[in-house]
């Protein structure tokens, strides 16, 4: 319950707009369906990102780009919400577990993997890659090695 409060309440500061609230909910319905993270990826930089200051992403880390997930996808009508899940000998970062209940739905269950790699690992800056789309992030040697 504390979880689901806590999840409702960033989420009600991050989007406020009944627009945004509408998008986020069919790049939510994406994802839990098709595992499609693109849309959602869109969302979360455009929406959350856009509102923080160049002070701000200067702390950001693994866990900035989780919140900004968990609020997002959090739905404890279709699953089971765990942060650093244990399993076997290593952890989830982020586990949607379907509902027994729920598995009557065409859902998938989801454990995603966050790696926050910072400017200085990549060997550039924000000025250097704000043009690059991310096909072309994704080809730097350490997006690659990770």
């Known amino acids: 319950m504390v979880r689901s409060l806590?999840?409702?309440r960033l989420y009600d500061?991050?989007?406020p707009?009944?627009?945004?609230?509408?998008t986020r909910r069919a790049v939510a319905d994406r994802f839990y369906a098709y595992a499609d993270p693109e849309p959602l990826c869109g969302f979360i930089e455009q929406r959350f990102f856009k509102v923080f200051d160049?002070?701000?992403l200067r702390w950001s880390n693994e866990l900035t780009v989780k919140t900004a997930f968990l609020t997002l996808l959090f739905n404890d009508t279709?699953?089971?919400m765990d942060s650093e899940t244990a399993i076997d000998r290593g952890y989830s970062n982020l586990s949607l577990i379907l509902r027994p209940d729920i598995h009557k739905y065409k859902l998938l269950g989801h454990l995603p993997e966050f790696k926050y790699l910072p400017w200085k690992?990549?060997?550039t800056n924000s000025e250097a890659v704000r043009d690059m789309t991310r096909e072309e992030l994704r080809e730097l040697p350490p997006v690659v090695d990770s």
């Not at 707009?17 to 509408?22: K, W």
């Open 6 to 8: 806590y999840a409702e």
């Open 13 to 15: 500061a991050l989007v």
């Open 17 to 22: 707009e009944y627009e945004d609230r509408e």
């Open 54 to 56: 160049n002070r701000d």
């Open 78 to 80: 279709f699953y089971i």
């Open 121 to 123: 690992a990549l060997g």
